[in-house]
């Protein structure tokens, strides 16, 4: 991480990311996409990279894998403004391309530090790309819906919503999959439980 970008504060941090010049995608862009949602949130998603709509809005996951993202939340009982929402590129690769390794490489620092800050119990990773930041090397198609512990983290690999939205095999694999989210979030509590509330001697000091 280089060490302005992890000092910065999640404010500082959004705003590093919406005037970012650190690679070439700055200057195609309409909107870099910095990511939302709860700066405490228990669950974050990885995509990819913003797409047209997202670019446009500057909201991640506003098209239509983000209305089929919202239907898998949905599903198990979550709505979008509950759970932390970004990618692992900030700003629009032309023509929705895939993330070359130098842009994924100068905007690592960035979900590094947005990690540190909201602080995660469960990430789950949208397709191949946020996948390779802790699986490298490993097949999607084999390792998809499976929690595995990395630090004090439950990471989730799972497929990309909007390659999943139009394969009907792969869509039952990602509906599937978000059925086992609220065990596993469950299990990372468990984990990690929230800080409990103060004891009636430690409210006595203040
Ligand atoms: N696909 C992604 O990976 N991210 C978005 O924000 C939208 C579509």
């Known amino acids: 991480m280089t060490s302005e970008i992890s ?8 705003e590093a990311i919406r ?3 650190r690679c ?3 200057s195609g862009r309409t909107l870099a996409v910095p990511g939302e949602g709860p700066a405490n949130a228990t669950i974050m998603f990885i995509g990819e ?3 047209f709509h997202e670019d446009r809005q500057g909201r991640p996951f506003v098209g239509s894998a983000g209305k089929f993202l919202e239907e898998l939340l949905a599903s198990i009982g979550l709505q979008r403004e509950q759970v932390y929402i970004t990618n692992v ?5 032309p023509g929705n391309r895939d993330p070359l390794p130098n842009e994924l490489e100068a905007c690592r620092p ?3 530090r947005q990690i540190e800050l909201i602080g995660p119990k469960v990430i789950v990773t949208l397709g191949r790309y946020s996948m390779a930041r802790y699986f490298p090397g490993q097949s999607i198609s084999r390792i998809h819906g499976q929690a595995r512990q990395v630090g004090g983290v439950l990471v989730v690999p799972m497929l990309h919503p909007a390659a999943a939205l139009h394969q009907p095999q792969w869509k039952a694999t990602i509906e599937m999959d978000f059925k086992k989210l ?3 979030i469950a299990q990372a509590e468990r984990l990690s439980p929230a800080e409990p509330p103060p004891s009636p001697q430690q409210l006595s000091l203040f």
């Open 7 to 14: 000092q910065m504060n999640l404010e500082q941090l959004l």
């Open 182 to 184: 609220p065990a596993i």
């Open 89 to 93: 590129v900030k700003c629009r690769p």
């Open 110 to 112: 960035y979900l590094d």
């Open 19 to 21: 005037t970012c010049t």
């Open 24 to 26: 070439a995608l700055h």
């Open 49 to 51: 990279g913003p797409g």
